[in-house]
């Protein structure tokens, strides 16, 4: 088995997760459960930034001392993330030991390796507590950072050690443009290519005197850059130095905003470039989850909360939305509204009814045993086209083209059931037929269990258990031209996977 080491960002813990952590995390969670699907032996690993300043300021309002925040934060977002279906194998947390261990390690095969690498200087510039970083004057609009338009920008003037990021852009746009480091989607990579072309500077990374983070390695008064830090937990997890942090290393794919390409694609490349360890395979940047128009995070000032969200139609019905309507490539809104109307028409209406009534008709029918039929009808032929398609858009991280891909068969199956009227072949008698249409249904629904489950983990399960298929969703054979085997198997009727509330 191919092994797959899968990452989502870390969260800073300076308040509750909102739509746009949700966005990454289920993304990343429907990419985990797919490869899974295929046959890859996945390693998902989500986690918490906690070393921010921002955690300071959140802790001091709180009144409670840094890590007890911390450790109320990490519950909560894992809370969600549960709430969610999030399937991670791991979570790593900045404040563990094994990271303390994994960043002064590798800082210090750096000094090793390259010692040319690391030096002193005077820094002044502009800090953004929200993004916690120097700002350069084109990342400025009106004063303010362009992620975090309501906050105030610190003059900060102070020594620190530097990277000699400068160093290393020619090497870095040449892995990105052969496509050894492959960034996803088109437009992010263009902007990271753009970036290099135009230059790199060198970063500072140590704060003086931060009481809240990494001692840096030979220089005890500096504190490790917060974003330095946290970058290297893509290789704490893997045990790194520890021998055998390779089976892991490197990762194959680090899900991340596209707000944070800068460190994905250029800063953390460089960082192991100096440090002589492999680079990861690839960088996929979503865009963001608009709200009114508004990028939706904490500290830009805009909510709407998770929990409500979750709330409104259950942890599926969300995870379908985010994925299908606001997308996991450009930025997409979401609205109360929009959010009811793909319900009601989506799961309620479409996937939801294919399921009850094609249960009910095999229950009315044929006892509940799907009966047996070799004829290959319209509907299988859209099964096997519909497949193939989510294969392939699937395997290109395009998600949204793959719940379309596995719709198709929804509104397919449910023509199917108006044109071959399952009721009347039953009134006059013609079995054959009425055996051809209901094989054909059940094959199509299990072929959906399958293709759905990436996104709707929970429901999709329902429904393969409804289908009397054992054990969890899984797909021993991809080939679409092969069609899944339902005969003799024992359905029951279904509970609604979808019930249509009473306000929509
Ligand atoms: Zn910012």
């Known amino acids: 088995m191919p092994k797959f080491y899968l990452t989502t960002a870390i969260d800073y813990s300076n308040g509750d997760p909102h739509l746009g952590h949700a966005l990454e995390k289920v993304g990343a969670d429907c990419i985990a459960r797919y490869r899974r699907l295929r046959g890859d032996q996945v390693h998902f690993l989500m986690g918490m930034d906690e070393h921010s300043q921002s ?31 999030c399937s991670h194998d791991d979570w790593i947390r900045t404040t563990e030991p094994r990271h303390f261990r994994s960043v002064t390690e590798l800082l210090r095969r750096i000094q090793r390796l390259h010692p040319d690498d690391l030096y002193v200087s005077e820094y002044e510039g502009l800090y953004c507590t929200g993004c916690e970083e120097f700002k350069q004057e084109s990342q400025i609009v009106n004063g303010r950072c362009i992620e975090h338009p309501t906050l105030e920008l610190i003059p900060t003037r102070e020594r620190n050690h530097f990277f000699r990021l400068s160093r290393y852009g020619d090497r870095i746009l040449d892995l990105i443009t052969t496509g050894t480091l492959r960034v996803e989607p088109a437009i992010r990579r263009n902007e990271v290519v753009r970036l290099l072309e135009s230059g790199l500077q060198d970063i500072s990374v140590s704060r003086l005197r931060q009481p809240w983070g990494i001692p840096f390695p030979g220089d005890p008064e500096q504190t490790v850059y917060v974003w330095f830090d946290a970058l290297i937990n893509y290789l704490s997890a893997t045990g790194f130095p520890d ?13 991340i905003g596209k707000g944070i390409t800068r460190f994905h694609c250029v800063i953390w490349p460089a960082m192991l470039l100096a440090a002589e360890l492999e680079l990861p395979r690839q960088v996929w940047a979503h865009g963001y ?22 709330e409104r139609h259950g942890p599926d019905a969300l995870r379908y939305f985010l994925l299908r309507e606001v997308g996991f490539e450009a930025d997409g809104n979401f609205s109360w509204e929009r959010f009811d109307e793909r319900y009601t028409a989506d799961l309620a209406d479409g996937f939801g009814n294919l399921a009850s009534r094609t249960l009910a008709m095999l229950a009315k029918y044929r006892d509940g045993i799907v009966p047996s039929s070799s004829a290959v009808t319209s509907l299988d032929t859209v099964g096997a086209t519909a497949l193939a398609d989510y294969l392939q858009t699937m395997d290109a991280l395009d998600l949204r083209g793959g719940i379309e891909a596995a719709w198709t068969i929804v509104s397919a199956a449910n023509l199917f059931v108006q044109q071959s009227a399952p009721w009347s072949l039953a009134k006059s008698g013609k079995d054959r037929e009425l055996d051809e249409v209901l094989t054909a249904l059940a094959r199509a629904l299990c072929r959906l269990a399958v293709m759905a489950s990436p996104f709707l983990p929970g429901k999709a399960q329902a429904l393969w258990n409804d289908l009397g298929m054992e054990g969890k969703v899984s797909a021993t054979n991809w080939n679409p031209a092969e069609r899944p085997r339902v005969d003799g198997r024992q359905t029951r009727r279904a509970s609604i996977l979808f019930p249509k509330p009473a306000s929509v």
């Open 243 to 255: 021998p055998g942090y390779d089976l892991l290393w490197p990762a194959d794919l680090h899900v």
């Open 55 to 85: 955690v300071l300021q959140a802790a001091a309002r709180a009144g409670v001392p840094p890590q007890e925040w911390v450790d109320r934060m990490a519950s909560r977002f894992a809370e969600f993330w549960a709430r969610l279906e």
């Open 289 to 310: 989850v608009q709200w009114e128009g508004t990028k939706m995070s904490k500290t830009a000032g805009t909510a709407v909360t998770l929990d409500e969200a979750i």
